[in-house]
């Protein structure tokens, strides 16, 4: 399914992760759920080091988000190096009950929150059990 939902933001997320920014903005471009493509955007272009860019996707993502997606600006925060605001939006999610907070323990972009304190605290809140910092997978 070319068209599918999450698709494209998944392809661009793991292009991230291999280090492949160029394929991962070509991916996130073709997300059809805009807030999706808006985060995936700011994402690979703060990868990238284009600042004013990856300024603007945010700031857009903000500005028709902040209602129904702020796990996404959280994670586009906690990737940038923004902890505070990260955990502000984070604590938005989670009173907002926006479904991507449920992923918050096992998300692969929040990953510089493990080691502050708060992120206990937040995992504690949203019910987790053990409420520590995420685990990796064991398969």
Request: glycine share 10%; proline share 4%.
């Amino acid at each position: 399914q070319p068209r599918g939902g999450l698709l494209h933001w998944t392809m661009g997320t793991i292009r991230l992760a291999q280090g492949q920014v160029d394929a991962a903005l070509e991916a996130f471009g073709r997300e059809e759920h805009e807030r999706l493509r808006l985060q995936g955007r700011a994402l690979a272009a703060h990868a990238a080091g284009h600042a004013l860019d990856a300024r603007r996707w945010l700031d857009e993502l903000v500005a028709t988000g902040a209602d129904d997606s702020a796990f996404q600006i959280a994670e586009v925060l906690a990737v940038r190096g923004e902890l505070d605001a990260a955990f502000e939006w984070l604590e938005r999610s989670r009173l907002q009950r926006d479904p991507g907070a449920s992923q918050a323990q096992a998300g692969p972009l929040l990953g510089t929150l493990h080691a502050d304190p708060r992120w206990a605290a937040f995992l504690a809140r949203m019910g987790f059990a053990g409420s520590g910092p995420a685990r990796e997978p064991s398969i």
